[in-house]
Protein backbone atom coordinates (compact mmCIF):
# COMPACT_ATOMS: atom_id res chain seq x y z
CA UNK A 1 0.00 0.00 0.00
CA UNK A 2 1.79 3.33 -0.95
CA UNK A 3 0.18 6.73 -1.67
CA UNK A 4 0.62 8.38 -5.07
CA UNK A 5 -0.21 11.70 -6.62
CA UNK A 6 -0.42 13.31 -10.88
CA UNK A 7 -0.47 16.40 -11.41
CA UNK A 8 -0.68 18.93 -14.37
CA UNK A 9 -1.21 22.83 -13.56
CA UNK A 10 -0.72 26.10 -15.14
CA UNK A 11 2.25 26.81 -12.39
CA UNK A 12 5.12 24.18 -11.41
CA UNK A 13 3.33 20.80 -10.50
CA UNK A 14 5.92 20.31 -7.50
CA UNK A 15 4.02 22.96 -5.85
CA UNK A 16 0.90 21.02 -5.61
CA UNK A 17 2.87 17.28 -5.37
CA UNK A 18 4.78 17.90 -2.69
CA UNK A 19 2.23 19.30 0.12
CA UNK A 20 0.15 16.37 -1.68
CA UNK A 21 2.44 13.87 -0.74
CA UNK A 22 2.59 15.47 3.06
CA UNK A 23 -1.25 14.80 3.27
CA UNK A 24 -0.60 11.15 1.69
CA UNK A 25 2.70 10.12 4.21
CA UNK A 26 0.43 8.15 6.47
CA UNK A 27 0.64 5.55 2.95
CA UNK A 28 4.26 5.13 3.19
CA UNK A 29 7.14 6.39 5.29
CA UNK A 30 9.70 4.30 3.71
CA UNK A 31 10.64 6.20 0.20
CA UNK A 32 9.08 9.24 -0.99
CA UNK A 33 10.12 10.63 -4.63
CA UNK A 34 8.76 12.77 -7.72
CA UNK A 35 9.37 13.52 -11.19
CA UNK A 36 8.18 16.45 -12.95
CA UNK A 37 8.53 17.27 -17.03
CA UNK A 38 9.77 20.55 -18.62
CA UNK A 39 11.91 20.01 -21.84
CA UNK A 40 13.02 16.96 -19.78
CA UNK A 41 13.05 14.58 -16.54
CA UNK A 42 13.56 15.85 -13.29
CA UNK A 43 13.83 13.27 -10.89
CA UNK A 44 14.15 13.27 -6.88
CA UNK A 45 13.66 10.37 -4.38
CA UNK A 46 15.25 8.06 -1.43
CA UNK A 47 14.50 6.56 1.48
CA UNK A 48 12.79 8.06 3.98
CA UNK A 49 10.39 11.10 5.17
CA UNK A 50 8.65 13.26 2.45
CA UNK A 51 10.46 16.12 4.62
CA UNK A 52 13.75 14.25 4.86
CA UNK A 53 13.82 13.12 0.92
CA UNK A 54 13.27 16.47 -0.49
CA UNK A 55 14.70 19.87 0.83
CA UNK A 56 13.83 23.56 -0.53
CA UNK A 57 17.19 23.15 -3.50
CA UNK A 58 15.79 19.96 -4.75
CA UNK A 59 12.18 20.88 -4.81
CA UNK A 60 13.65 24.32 -6.55
CA UNK A 61 14.72 22.31 -9.20
CA UNK A 62 11.46 20.40 -10.22
CA UNK A 63 10.48 22.69 -12.62
CA UNK A 64 7.64 21.68 -15.33
CA UNK A 65 3.90 21.89 -14.88
CA UNK A 66 3.44 18.41 -15.43
CA UNK A 67 4.56 15.77 -12.52
CA UNK A 68 3.79 12.93 -10.75
CA UNK A 69 4.99 11.38 -6.92
CA UNK A 70 5.33 8.86 -4.44
CA UNK A 71 5.61 7.47 -0.52
CA UNK A 72 6.24 4.11 -0.33
CA UNK A 73 5.36 1.19 1.80
CA UNK A 74 7.43 -1.80 0.44
CA UNK A 75 5.62 -5.19 -0.84
CA UNK A 76 7.75 -6.63 -3.28
CA UNK A 77 11.16 -5.90 -2.66
CA UNK A 78 13.13 -5.46 0.05
CA UNK A 79 12.84 -1.81 0.65
CA UNK A 80 16.18 -1.09 -1.16
CA UNK A 81 16.97 2.30 -2.68
CA UNK A 82 16.52 1.61 -5.98
CA UNK A 83 13.36 0.07 -5.30
CA UNK A 84 12.18 3.67 -4.88
CA UNK A 85 9.42 5.03 -7.33
CA UNK A 86 9.09 6.82 -9.83
CA UNK A 87 10.95 4.82 -12.34
CA UNK A 88 11.79 6.71 -15.92
CA UNK A 89 12.56 4.87 -19.15
CA UNK A 90 13.59 6.52 -22.06
CA UNK A 91 11.46 4.66 -24.82
CA UNK A 92 9.85 5.57 -26.68
CA UNK A 93 8.83 9.32 -25.94
CA UNK A 94 9.87 9.06 -22.39
CA UNK A 95 7.58 7.76 -19.86
CA UNK A 96 7.52 8.38 -15.72
CA UNK A 97 5.64 6.19 -13.68
CA UNK A 98 4.73 5.25 -9.92
CA UNK A 99 2.36 2.80 -8.69
CA UNK A 100 0.18 2.35 -5.58
CA UNK A 101 -0.95 -1.78 -5.34
CA UNK A 102 0.95 -5.25 -6.14
CA UNK A 103 0.95 -7.20 -8.76
CA UNK A 104 0.69 -10.88 -8.06
CA UNK A 105 2.00 -12.03 -11.12
CA UNK A 106 5.35 -10.11 -10.89
CA UNK A 107 7.51 -13.02 -10.70
CA UNK A 108 6.43 -14.14 -14.23
CA UNK A 109 5.88 -10.92 -15.72
CA UNK A 110 9.53 -10.25 -14.66
CA UNK A 111 11.00 -13.40 -15.68
CA UNK A 112 9.33 -13.07 -19.23
CA UNK A 113 10.61 -9.48 -19.54
CA UNK A 114 14.42 -10.96 -19.01
CA UNK A 115 14.19 -14.03 -20.46
CA UNK A 116 12.85 -12.45 -23.55
CA UNK A 117 15.65 -9.95 -23.95
CA UNK A 118 12.91 -7.25 -24.49
CA UNK A 119 13.51 -5.01 -21.01
CA UNK A 120 16.26 -5.38 -18.56
CA UNK A 121 15.22 -4.60 -14.75
CA UNK A 122 16.83 -2.45 -12.10
CA UNK A 123 14.97 -3.22 -9.15
CA UNK A 124 12.46 -5.70 -7.53
CA UNK A 125 9.30 -3.39 -7.94
CA UNK A 126 6.30 -4.09 -9.70
CA UNK A 127 5.92 -0.38 -10.72
CA UNK A 128 9.21 -1.03 -12.89
CA UNK A 129 7.37 -4.12 -14.48
CA UNK A 130 4.51 -2.10 -15.32
CA UNK A 131 6.71 0.68 -16.85
CA UNK A 132 8.16 -1.73 -19.26
CA UNK A 133 4.84 -3.54 -20.45
CA UNK A 134 3.83 -0.22 -21.11
CA UNK A 135 6.74 1.16 -23.05
CA UNK A 136 7.17 -2.49 -24.77
CA UNK A 137 3.35 -1.88 -25.99
CA UNK A 138 4.05 1.37 -27.38
CA UNK A 139 7.41 0.80 -28.66
CA UNK A 140 4.97 -1.85 -31.06
CA UNK A 141 2.88 0.51 -32.04
CA UNK A 142 5.78 2.47 -33.62
CA UNK A 143 3.72 5.68 -33.62
CA UNK A 144 5.09 9.37 -34.34
CA UNK A 145 1.65 11.04 -32.90
CA UNK A 146 0.68 9.70 -30.04
CA UNK A 147 -3.39 9.88 -29.41
CA UNK A 148 -5.52 9.02 -26.63
CA UNK A 149 -7.77 6.20 -28.64
CA UNK A 150 -4.23 4.52 -29.43
CA UNK A 151 -2.42 5.05 -25.98
CA UNK A 152 -5.68 3.16 -24.28
CA UNK A 153 -5.19 0.48 -27.08
CA UNK A 154 -1.75 -0.06 -25.72
CA UNK A 155 -2.61 0.33 -22.56
CA UNK A 156 -5.49 -2.44 -22.85
CA UNK A 157 -2.90 -4.79 -23.90
CA UNK A 158 -0.59 -3.90 -20.82
CA UNK A 159 -3.84 -4.79 -18.62
CA UNK A 160 -4.25 -8.23 -20.25
CA UNK A 161 -0.64 -9.46 -18.79
CA UNK A 162 -1.21 -7.23 -15.01
CA UNK A 163 -2.97 -9.71 -12.81
CA UNK A 164 -3.60 -7.98 -9.38
CA UNK A 165 -3.77 -4.44 -7.76
CA UNK A 166 -3.06 -1.35 -9.76
CA UNK A 167 -3.57 2.35 -9.38
CA UNK A 168 -0.84 4.29 -11.70
CA UNK A 169 0.00 7.66 -12.54
CA UNK A 170 2.22 8.63 -15.85
CA UNK A 171 4.02 11.09 -17.01
CA UNK A 172 4.05 10.93 -20.86
CA UNK A 173 7.22 13.57 -22.17
CA UNK A 174 5.09 15.95 -24.32
CA UNK A 175 2.23 14.08 -24.67
CA UNK A 176 0.42 14.37 -20.79
CA UNK A 177 -0.98 12.83 -17.71
CA UNK A 178 -2.62 9.24 -17.80
CA UNK A 179 -3.96 7.67 -14.67
CA UNK A 180 -5.57 4.16 -14.81
CA UNK A 181 -7.24 1.91 -12.05
CA UNK A 182 -6.95 -2.07 -11.83
CA UNK A 183 -10.75 -3.63 -13.61
CA UNK A 184 -11.66 -4.29 -9.39
CA UNK A 185 -10.74 -1.29 -8.55
CA UNK A 186 -8.35 -2.35 -5.33
CA UNK A 187 -6.53 0.22 -4.77
CA UNK A 188 -8.30 3.94 -4.57
CA UNK A 189 -7.82 6.65 -7.35
CA UNK A 190 -9.40 9.95 -7.47
CA UNK A 191 -9.62 12.79 -9.60
CA UNK A 192 -9.77 16.42 -9.08
CA UNK A 193 -10.40 19.68 -11.23
CA UNK A 194 -10.12 23.03 -10.12
CA UNK A 195 -10.25 25.26 -13.80
CA UNK A 196 -7.35 24.11 -15.90
CA UNK A 197 -5.30 21.98 -13.76
CA UNK A 198 -6.22 18.46 -12.97
CA UNK A 199 -4.95 16.04 -10.00
CA UNK A 200 -4.98 12.52 -9.17
CA UNK A 201 -4.22 11.17 -6.10
CA UNK A 202 -4.59 7.93 -3.62
CA UNK A 203 -7.41 9.88 -1.07
CA UNK A 204 -9.30 12.67 -0.85
CA UNK A 205 -7.75 14.63 1.42
CA UNK A 206 -4.42 15.30 -0.67
CA UNK A 207 -7.08 17.02 -2.79
CA UNK A 208 -8.58 18.99 -0.13
CA UNK A 209 -5.35 19.78 1.00
CA UNK A 210 -4.55 21.54 -2.27
CA UNK A 211 -8.27 22.81 -3.15
CA UNK A 212 -10.13 20.58 -5.43
CA UNK A 213 -13.62 20.76 -4.79
CA UNK A 214 -15.11 18.72 -7.87
CA UNK A 215 -13.71 15.45 -6.98
CA UNK A 216 -14.50 11.72 -8.79
CA UNK A 217 -13.65 8.43 -8.26
CA UNK A 218 -11.57 6.50 -11.30
CA UNK A 219 -13.80 3.90 -11.63
CA UNK A 220 -12.85 -0.15 -11.64
CA UNK A 221 -10.87 -0.95 -15.53
CA UNK A 222 -10.79 2.90 -16.15
CA UNK A 223 -8.28 5.09 -17.67
CA UNK A 224 -7.81 9.00 -17.97
CA UNK A 225 -5.81 10.97 -19.88
CA UNK A 226 -4.80 14.42 -19.95
CA UNK A 227 -3.26 15.78 -23.21
CA UNK A 228 -0.89 18.39 -22.79
CA UNK A 229 -3.25 21.20 -24.26
CA UNK A 230 -5.59 20.33 -21.01
CA UNK A 231 -7.77 17.71 -23.09
CA UNK A 232 -9.24 15.53 -20.97
CA UNK A 233 -10.10 11.61 -22.28
CA UNK A 234 -11.69 8.88 -20.32
CA UNK A 235 -12.44 5.25 -21.52
CA UNK A 236 -12.85 1.74 -19.87
CA UNK A 237 -10.33 -0.30 -20.59
CA UNK A 238 -11.35 -3.52 -18.79
CA UNK A 239 -14.38 -4.70 -17.11
CA UNK A 240 -14.46 -6.14 -13.70
CA UNK A 241 -16.46 -6.14 -10.43
CA UNK A 242 -15.84 -3.70 -7.79
CA UNK A 243 -13.43 -4.62 -4.91
CA UNK A 244 -12.66 -1.45 -3.09
CA UNK A 245 -9.59 -2.53 -0.43
CA UNK A 246 -11.76 -2.79 2.69
CA UNK A 247 -8.60 -2.28 4.69
CA UNK A 248 -8.40 1.09 3.57
CA UNK A 249 -11.47 2.00 5.89
CA UNK A 250 -10.45 -0.70 8.99
CA UNK A 251 -7.11 1.16 9.05
CA UNK A 252 -5.05 2.39 6.23
CA UNK A 253 -6.89 5.42 4.64
CA UNK A 254 -7.11 8.84 6.89
CA UNK A 255 -10.64 9.19 8.46
CA UNK A 256 -11.10 12.34 6.99
CA UNK A 257 -10.95 10.94 3.11
CA UNK A 258 -13.62 9.53 1.09
CA UNK A 259 -13.36 6.49 -0.87
CA UNK A 260 -15.51 5.60 -3.66
CA UNK A 261 -18.21 7.56 -2.04
CA UNK A 262 -17.96 6.14 1.53
CA UNK A 263 -16.11 8.56 3.73
CA UNK A 264 -13.82 6.46 6.22
CA UNK A 265 -14.37 8.36 9.56
CA UNK A 266 -18.56 7.72 8.92
CA UNK A 267 -17.49 3.69 8.20
CA UNK A 268 -15.64 3.40 11.30
CA UNK A 269 -18.50 5.03 13.35
CA UNK A 270 -21.04 2.55 12.22
CA UNK A 271 -18.08 -0.56 12.74
CA UNK A 272 -18.02 0.91 16.52
CA UNK A 273 -21.62 0.52 16.10
CA UNK A 274 -21.93 -2.76 15.11
CA UNK A 275 -18.96 -3.89 17.32
CA UNK A 276 -21.02 -2.42 20.42
CA UNK A 277 -23.76 -4.51 19.62
CA UNK A 278 -21.64 -7.62 19.70
CA UNK A 279 -20.32 -6.29 23.40
CA UNK A 280 -23.79 -6.31 24.31
CA UNK A 281 -24.57 -9.28 23.68
CA UNK A 282 -21.18 -10.86 25.43
CA UNK A 283 -22.65 -8.93 28.31
CA UNK A 284 -19.05 -6.83 28.69
CA UNK A 285 -19.78 -4.17 31.20
CA UNK A 286 -16.14 -2.27 31.31
CA UNK A 287 -16.14 1.09 33.11
CA UNK A 288 -14.66 2.75 30.58
CA UNK A 289 -14.21 2.46 26.42
CA UNK A 290 -10.29 3.66 25.17
CA UNK A 291 -9.49 3.50 21.73
CA UNK A 292 -5.88 2.52 20.57
CA UNK A 293 -5.02 5.94 19.12
CA UNK A 294 -5.99 6.94 16.60
CA UNK A 295 -7.82 5.08 14.10
CA UNK A 296 -9.93 3.52 16.34
CA UNK A 297 -10.65 6.56 18.12
CA UNK A 298 -14.31 7.10 16.20
CA UNK A 299 -15.40 3.20 16.23
CA UNK A 300 -14.12 3.11 20.73
CA UNK A 301 -17.22 6.43 20.66
CA UNK A 302 -19.74 4.63 19.18
CA UNK A 303 -18.78 1.69 21.08
CA UNK A 304 -19.06 3.58 24.01
CA UNK A 305 -22.42 5.14 23.20
CA UNK A 306 -23.98 1.70 22.49
CA UNK A 307 -23.07 0.49 25.81
CA UNK A 308 -23.61 3.40 27.76
CA UNK A 309 -20.19 3.85 29.37
CA UNK A 310 -17.76 6.40 29.99
CA UNK A 311 -15.55 7.26 26.88
CA UNK A 312 -11.89 8.67 27.69
CA UNK A 313 -8.16 8.75 26.06
CA UNK A 314 -6.25 6.36 27.96
CA UNK A 315 -3.40 6.11 25.74
CA UNK A 316 -1.55 8.95 24.69
CA UNK A 317 0.77 9.05 21.26
CA UNK A 318 4.16 10.12 20.57
CA UNK A 319 3.40 11.65 17.16
CA UNK A 320 7.01 11.29 15.99
CA UNK A 321 6.90 7.66 16.22
CA UNK A 322 6.17 6.29 12.71
CA UNK A 323 2.88 3.87 12.25
CA UNK A 324 4.12 0.32 13.81
CA UNK A 325 1.35 -1.66 11.56
CA UNK A 326 4.31 -0.53 8.24
CA UNK A 327 7.00 -1.69 10.26
CA UNK A 328 9.06 -4.30 8.49
CA UNK A 329 10.36 -6.41 11.87
CA UNK A 330 8.75 -7.30 14.79
CA UNK A 331 11.08 -5.72 17.40
CA UNK A 332 10.75 -2.30 15.58
CA UNK A 333 7.40 -2.74 16.38
CA UNK A 334 7.89 -4.19 19.85
CA UNK A 335 9.66 -0.98 20.70
CA UNK A 336 7.97 1.52 18.81
CA UNK A 337 4.82 0.14 20.89
CA UNK A 338 6.22 1.36 24.19
CA UNK A 339 8.02 4.06 22.88
CA UNK A 340 4.38 5.44 21.23
CA UNK A 341 1.77 5.12 23.77
CA UNK A 342 2.00 6.24 27.29
CA UNK A 343 -0.63 5.30 29.37
CA UNK A 344 -3.22 8.04 31.77
CA UNK A 345 -2.85 6.08 34.92
CA UNK A 346 -6.13 8.03 36.54
CA UNK A 347 -8.07 7.10 33.75
CA UNK A 348 -7.29 3.03 34.05
CA UNK A 349 -6.41 2.33 37.78
CA UNK A 350 -8.64 0.14 39.22
CA UNK A 351 -11.12 -0.06 36.41
CA UNK A 352 -12.42 -2.24 34.14
CA UNK A 353 -11.30 -1.20 30.68
CA UNK A 354 -12.57 -2.10 27.29
CA UNK A 355 -9.88 -1.23 24.79
CA UNK A 356 -10.95 -0.89 20.73
CA UNK A 357 -8.48 -1.38 18.47
CA UNK A 358 -8.96 -1.64 14.44
CA UNK A 359 -7.34 -4.99 14.00
CA UNK A 360 -5.29 -7.57 15.27
CA UNK A 361 -2.67 -8.94 13.41
CA UNK A 362 0.20 -10.52 15.00
CA UNK A 363 -1.07 -10.03 18.01
CA UNK A 364 1.99 -8.64 19.60
CA UNK A 365 0.88 -5.05 19.62
CA UNK A 366 -2.21 -6.26 21.28
CA UNK A 367 -0.65 -7.84 24.04
CA UNK A 368 2.41 -4.92 24.71
CA UNK A 369 -0.74 -2.84 24.94
CA UNK A 370 -2.41 -4.91 27.67
CA UNK A 371 0.77 -5.34 29.64
CA UNK A 372 0.69 -1.79 29.42
CA UNK A 373 -2.60 -1.49 31.59
CA UNK A 374 -2.03 -3.49 33.69
CA UNK A 375 1.20 -2.21 34.76
CA UNK A 376 -0.74 0.82 35.57
CA UNK A 377 -3.25 -1.77 37.72
CA UNK A 378 -6.31 -2.06 35.33
CA UNK A 379 -8.82 -4.20 37.11
CA UNK A 380 -9.62 -5.80 33.89
CA UNK A 381 -8.78 -5.29 30.69
CA UNK A 382 -11.67 -6.27 28.06
CA UNK A 383 -9.74 -5.78 23.75
CA UNK A 384 -12.34 -5.59 21.07
CA UNK A 385 -11.38 -5.52 17.66
CA UNK A 386 -13.40 -4.03 14.92
CA UNK A 387 -12.17 -6.18 12.24
CA UNK A 388 -13.13 -9.84 12.30
CA UNK A 389 -10.23 -12.09 12.55
CA UNK A 390 -7.02 -11.85 9.89
CA UNK A 391 -6.33 -15.17 8.72
CA UNK A 392 -5.26 -14.91 5.27
CA UNK A 393 -2.03 -13.29 3.47
CA UNK A 394 -2.97 -10.27 1.45
CA UNK A 395 -1.57 -10.16 -1.95
CA UNK A 396 -2.70 -7.17 -3.60
CA UNK A 397 0.13 -4.62 -1.45
CA UNK A 398 -0.80 -5.08 2.11
CA UNK A 399 2.06 -6.33 4.26
CA UNK A 400 0.23 -9.07 5.53
CA UNK A 401 1.62 -11.62 2.78
CA UNK A 402 2.70 -14.49 4.92
CA UNK A 403 0.84 -17.10 6.91
CA UNK A 404 2.86 -16.86 9.59
CA UNK A 405 1.92 -13.27 10.42
CA UNK A 406 -1.41 -14.04 11.85
CA UNK A 407 -2.20 -15.04 15.16
CA UNK A 408 -5.37 -15.94 14.27
CA UNK A 409 -4.33 -18.52 11.42
CA UNK A 410 -4.19 -20.93 13.94
CA UNK A 411 -5.61 -19.86 17.11
CA UNK A 412 -9.27 -20.10 18.09
CA UNK A 413 -10.92 -16.82 19.58
CA UNK A 414 -10.30 -18.07 23.31
CA UNK A 415 -6.53 -19.12 22.75
CA UNK A 416 -6.02 -15.38 21.22
CA UNK A 417 -6.95 -14.21 24.26
CA UNK A 418 -4.91 -15.84 26.10
CA UNK A 419 -2.11 -15.45 24.24
CA UNK A 420 -2.36 -11.82 24.45
CA UNK A 421 -3.73 -11.32 27.69
CA UNK A 422 -7.05 -10.29 27.65
CA UNK A 423 -9.37 -11.17 30.26
CA UNK A 424 -12.23 -10.89 27.47
CA UNK A 425 -11.32 -10.82 23.74
CA UNK A 426 -14.71 -9.51 21.03
CA UNK A 427 -14.53 -9.41 17.34
CA UNK A 428 -16.28 -7.94 14.89
CA UNK A 429 -18.49 -10.44 12.38
CA UNK A 430 -17.24 -10.58 8.56
CA UNK A 431 -21.17 -9.78 8.08
CA UNK A 432 -21.20 -6.36 10.43
CA UNK A 433 -17.31 -5.31 8.83
CA UNK A 434 -19.28 -5.41 4.91
CA UNK A 435 -22.60 -4.04 6.25
CA UNK A 436 -21.05 -1.16 8.59
CA UNK A 437 -18.33 0.10 5.82
CA UNK A 438 -20.90 -0.78 2.82
CA UNK A 439 -24.10 1.42 4.47
CA UNK A 440 -25.65 -1.07 2.57
CA UNK A 441 -23.72 -1.42 -1.07
CA UNK A 442 -21.65 -4.36 -2.02
CA UNK A 443 -18.35 -4.92 -3.55
CA UNK A 444 -15.01 -4.97 -1.26
CA UNK A 445 -12.42 -7.17 -1.40
CA UNK A 446 -12.35 -9.01 2.01
CA UNK A 447 -9.56 -11.96 1.15
CA UNK A 448 -7.55 -11.19 3.95
CA UNK A 449 -10.18 -11.80 6.27
CA UNK A 450 -12.34 -14.53 4.14
CA UNK A 451 -10.08 -16.01 2.18
CA UNK A 452 -11.55 -15.16 -1.05
CA UNK A 453 -9.64 -13.33 -3.74
CA UNK A 454 -10.88 -11.02 -6.38
CA UNK A 455 -8.38 -12.08 -8.88
CA UNK A 456 -6.46 -15.17 -10.18
CA UNK A 457 -3.86 -16.41 -8.29
CA UNK A 458 -0.95 -18.19 -9.74
CA UNK A 459 0.04 -21.46 -8.37
CA UNK A 460 2.71 -21.34 -5.75
CA UNK A 461 2.45 -17.41 -4.98
CA UNK A 462 2.23 -17.23 -1.18
CA UNK A 463 5.35 -19.67 -0.89
CA UNK A 464 7.24 -17.76 -3.63
CA UNK A 465 6.28 -14.27 -1.93
CA UNK A 466 7.82 -15.95 1.46
CA UNK A 467 10.71 -16.61 -0.18
CA UNK A 468 11.42 -13.55 -1.34
CA UNK A 469 10.75 -12.11 1.86
CA UNK A 470 13.58 -14.51 3.43
CA UNK A 471 16.08 -13.37 0.54
CA UNK A 472 15.22 -9.99 1.74
CA UNK A 473 16.12 -10.71 5.39
CA UNK A 474 12.80 -9.27 6.71
CA UNK A 475 12.19 -11.79 9.60
CA UNK A 476 9.02 -13.73 9.63
CA UNK A 477 6.65 -12.73 12.25
CA UNK A 478 6.33 -14.91 15.39
CA UNK A 479 3.23 -15.69 17.60
Known amino acids: MCGIIGVTSRGNAIDQIYPGLLALQHRGQDAAGA ?7 QLKKGNGLVLNVFNQKNLERLKGNIGIGHVRYPTVGAGRVEDAQPFIITIPYGIALAHNGNLVNFFDLKKFLIEHELHYLNSNCDAEVILNLLSLELTRMNLRNLGPELLFKALSRVYKKLIGSFAVVVVIANKGLLAFRDSNGIKPLIMGRKENNYCFASESVALDLLGYSKMEDIKPGESVYVDITGHLYKKRIASGRKKTCIFEYVYFARPDSVIDGIGVYESRLRLGEELGKICLKRKIKPDVVIPVPDTARGAAEMVAEVLNVKH ?25 VRLKLNPIKSEIKGKKVLLVDDSIVRGNTSREIINLLRSVRAKEVYYASYSPPLRFPCVYGIDMQTRGEFIARNKSIPEIQKSIGADALIYQTLKGLIKAVGNGTQGFCTACFSGKYPTEIPPLLLERIEADRMMAKIPDIEE
Not at 35 to 41: A, D, H
Not at 315 to 336: G, S, V, W
Open 312 to 336: REGLIKNRYIYRTFIMPTQTERIEA
Open 35 to 41: VTFNQGF
